[in-house]
């Protein structure tokens, strides 16, 4: 059973172009997050939501919306796509609420390319 | 924000051997977690330690919250522990994790 998925896991596209990445969590947690890792392998969060809302929005260009259909899902869209957007993103989740710190489970990432 | 650095940057160790992994951060956190990256990309959680000793195998956690440090103990490494080492901390209100610069592990038979 997988706790945390990513589709797709490799994402080849054009500059310019927008794309998606899914992400699914069977654990039953509260909170989801976007995390991404640049090429030096430095991992920094992107956004978290609670119960479909959002609680962290750490400085991230609005090409990047996240949206989060109902608690097990949080999607990424990311429209007119950079070179800089190069990165592998990764999806977590946890079980708590906002203000916690319970241990994050990660996805197996999705690598996006840029071209 | 909090700084979190972790030395070793890079570690090359021959099967058997043994090491020790820091992370040192720069204000208080409310917790910690240890991840290994393996070289196929993939986050493995090892250790979720706000203080105190934890052991998991060939695998030791120790957090000292007060002095703001946490150790890694490998022992008796082998090939498959290579790949990157992550701690990473939690701080304040926010659910979210501040991760640590990472240390490169090399087990060479």
């Known amino acids: 059973d997988t706790a945390v998925s990513q589709t797709p896991k490799y994402l080849v596209t054009q500059m310019g172009n927008d794309k998606s990445i899914k992400c699914e969590q069977n654990l039953g947690h509260d909170t989801m997050y976007w995390y991404k890792q640049d090429s030096k392998k430095f991992l920094k969060i992107m956004f978290s939501y609670n119960n479909k809302e959002l609680i962290i929005n750490e400085t991230v260009p609005n090409r990047f919306s996240p949206k989060s259909p109902d608690k097990a899902h949080l999607n990424l869209h990311i429209n007119s796509l950079e070179l800089g957007d190069s990165a592998v993103y990764f999806c977590?989740?946890?079980?708590?609420?906002?203000?916690?710190?319970?241990?994050?489970?990660f996805g197996p990432g999705t690598r996006l390319t840029v071209l | 924000g909090i700084q979190v650095e972790q030395s070793p940057p890079d570690l090359i160790l021959q099967e058997g051997a043994n090491s020790t992994l820091r992370c040192n951060f720069s204000?208080?956190?409310?917790?910690l977690q240890w991840f290994h990256q393996n070289p196929w990309g993939q986050l493995i959680n090892l250790f979720y330690?706000?203080?105190g000793t934890k052991q998991n195998g060939r695998l030791s956690a120790t957090t000292v919250a007060t002095e703001r440090y946490s150790l890694l103990y490998i022992s008796s490494s082998q090939t498959t522990d290579s790949g990157v080492y992550f701690c990473a901390v939690y701080t304040g209100t926010a659910s979210k994790l501040t991760f640590g610069t990472g240390t490169r592990l090399q087990v060479t038979l």
């Open positions: 204000d208080s956190v409310n917790n």
């Open positions: 977590a989740s946890s079980q708590h609420g906002a203000g916690d710190s319970q241990e994050q489970f």
């Open positions: 330690i706000p203080s």
